[in-house]
């Protein structure tokens, strides 16, 4: 086990750089494999000391549901934004929105920014200090108290479920 | 028609809602009153815009060569990733500068 762990500090991390290494080179061969499990050693073993309380995803299977359905949210919001700037830009009402996380995990409210700026009409640009809020800009806001309700219920949920089910 | 242009027709449309997505981004730019506003297009309408690129090349050159070429994802990947960050980065710098907002904009960003 401890093994393993000084060998694959970060197993996910490691598979996602073997098979980022296969899509690079486009074909998968003896060569490239080699090659692939090398850096899928490496990077992880020496970038070990930049991640001091790596995530744990204990929910996989949710996580990839969770993907899916952001995939399906970026074309949606894509739509939707391409609408409010071929409108008239009278009609559109900014606003920026505090939004309290529940989250902890640094990690989890990093791919939580990181979703509300890809998905619809809304940019985060900045966590307090303490990390218990988010500032969002939304391009056309009509409500901010049914915006933060769709980011907790679509996003945030999900997002604690996997990463934060149980704490070890 | 033959198999190979009905794929000719798909890439073709790929590339064309890619490229409308792109310029329609672009008209944000022009078009949006303020900097926060004009942050939306870049990190939105262009990533459908690179989206449809993206799936365009990767037909073309599966079919062209016969076996599935999927390092184009990358590209999607690497956007998705940066894509917020530089908006994040830029959207901190403005408020540091307190650049101008539109009036009607509710709400306050904080100081920092």
Known sequence: ?168 | MSESSWVEWVIAALLLIGSLFALIGSIGLVKLPDFFMRLHGPTKATTLGVGALVVGSMLYFSQKSGEPSLHELLITLFLFLTAPVSAHMLAKAAMHEKLRREPRTRGEPWDQ
């Open chain 1, 1 to 168: 086990m401890s093994l393993l762990k000084r060998v694959l500090p970060h197993p996910w991390l490691s598979l996602s750089m073997l098979i980022g290494w296969q899509l690079l080179m486009n074909q998968v061969s003896a060569g490239s494999l080699i090659m692939g499990a090398i850096l899928a050693c490496l990077i992880p073993w020496m970038t070990n000391v930049f991640w001091p309380n790596p995530p744990r995803a204990c929910r996989v299977d949710r996580l990839f549901l969770f993907v899916c359905r952001v995939l399906i949210d970026i074309v949606v919001a894509n739509l939707q934004v391409a609408k409010l700037i071929l409108g008239p830009r009278r009609e559109l009402r900014p606003a920026f929105v505090l939004f309290p996380l529940t989250l902890e995990h640094e990690f989890s409210i990093s791919v939580l920014a990181s979703t509300i700026s890809l998905t619809p009409g809304t940019v985060s640009a900045d966590i307090s200090a303490d990390r218990k809020t988010l500032l969002i800009h939304g391009l056309d806001v009509g409500d901010e108290q049914a915006l933060i309700e769709h980011i907790r219920r679509r996003y945030e949920q999900p997002l604690k479920e996997v990463f934060e089910c149980s704490k070890r």
